[in-house]
C-alpha cells in the first residue's frame, strides 16, 4: 500500500530538519505556515511565517549546540489534509539533557504544510530543559 501523499510530506520535512536542510524545509512550507511550540519558556510561542520557523528551527540548533535530535516513529493521515507524527527527541543543553516523546499535529494544504502543532510528552521537563 502506497504511503498517503500528505504523510511524505512530513517525513520529507523531518528528514530535511534532521540534516539541517533549511531551504528544503521553507520549500515545503507555505509562507504564511505558523509553528505553534507549548509551554512556557524561550521558544514557547507562536512562531508565524516560513522565515519565523526556520528561525525557531536555526535556534534550537544553536542552543543544544547541534545536539537536538528527533527521531520519528510514525506518521498518520487523515486525508483531509491533516498528518499526526509521533517522535523522540534527544537534546543537551549546559548541563541538561532530555530525551522525550511527543508529536506534531501538521496541517497541509496544496502539498505544502501551513500549520505544526507541538505536543510533548512532559510540558514540566520541556519548561525546565529550555529555562
Known amino acids: 500500500m502506497a504511503e498517503h501523499p500528505d504523510c511524505t510530506v512530513v517525513r520529507q520535512g523531518y528528514e530535511a530538519f534532521g540534516k539541517g536542510a533549511m531551504e528544503t524545509l521553507a520549500g515545503l ?15 514557547s510561542g507562536h512562531h508565524k511565517g516560513r522565515e519565523a520557523c526556520l528561525q525557531l528551527y536555526s535556534r534550537i540548533i544553536e542552543e543544544t549546540n547541534g545536539t537536538y535530535r528527533v527521531e520519528l516513529q510514525d506518521v498518520f493521515a487523515d486525508g483531509r489534509g491533516h498528518v499526526m507524527a ?25 502539498g505544502k504544510v501551513s500549520d505544526l502543532d507541538e505536543c510533548v510528552g512532559d510540558i514540566d521537563v520541556e519548561n525546565e530543559f529550555w529555562r
Open 86 to 110: 509521533v517522535h523522540k527527541t534527544y537534546a543537551d543543553r549546559g548541563d541538561r539533557g532530555v530525551e522525550m516523546p511527543g508529536g506534531i499535529f501538521f496541517t497541509i494544504v496544496g
Open 29 to 43: 512550507m507555505t509562507s504564511d505556515a505558523t509553528h505553534h511550540v507549548p509551554g512556557q519558556h524561550i521558544l
